[in-house]
Structure formats: C-alpha cells, structure tokens
C-alpha cells in the first residue's frame, strides 16, 4: 500500500510557476514508478509527466515539455512537479500517482497506477 498526499497548488498568473510535492508514505517508494495526472473541468484525465525508480528516466506530455520537470527525492518519499511558464490551458486538479513496474518503466496510461492521491487545484489566470 501507498498513501500519496499532494501539496503546493494555488492561484498563479499567467507565465508563473509553482512546484507540487508528493509525499508518499510506505517503505515501498523506491519501487514505484511515480506520475503526475491532471484532469480539467469536462475532460478526461491526462497524464502529464512520469519518472522511474531510481529517476534516472523521465516522460512528459508534448504540451509541457520543456515547461513541466519531473523529479523525485527516494530518501525523502517525496516526488515533485515543477511547472514554469505556466498557461491557462495547464489550470486542472493534479494527481500524484504510484505503482510497482518495471526498473526503468514510465507508463503514460493512468489506469496503470493503482495509487493515487486526493490532487491539489491548479489555476492560472490570465
């Protein structure tokens, strides 16, 4: 079992940045391959970013590569999201999520993660 909890969301301008935090507790973290998910108003979830095991392999979606940067803490539990440049379009509840897979797997499917915490809202105004 792992229990994500998500942190750092917030109101941010257009062209801002923010960082979340995932802090993830069990002694299993290091065996998870972590994502980010985000889910706007109306649509369907959409994974945003991912990192292996040890984070030496990183994924991201098109619409935020080089904005969006993925990466993790294995001694601290904890796995982050560091968003710059933000846009309207990025305004969404973001997901940690978690689960066991292949040393250097990233799936980009969310049905694939079996853990997942309770998001934290993400809003950029214009």
């Known amino acids: 079992q792992v229990q994500l909890v998500e942190s750092g969301g917030g109101l941010v301008q257009v062209g801002g940045s923010l960082r979340l935090s995932c802090a993830a507790s069990g002694r299993t973290f290091s065996t998870n391959t972590m994502g980010w998910v985000r889910q706007a108003p109306g649509k369907e979830r959409e994974f945003v970013a991912g990192?292996?095991?040890?984070?030496?392999?990183?994924y991201y979606e098109d619409s935020v590569k080089g904005r969006f940067t993925i990466s993790r803490d294995n001694a601290k539990n904890t796995v982050y999201l560091q968003m710059s440049s933000l846009k309207p379009e990025d305004t969404a509840v973001y997901y940690c999520a978690a689960n066991s897979m292949g040393y250097y797997s990233i799936s980009h499917t969310p049905t694939d993660y079996d853990y997942w915490g309770q998001g934290t809202q993400v809003t950029v105004s214009s």
């Open positions: 990192i292996n095991r040890s984070g030496a392999r990183t």
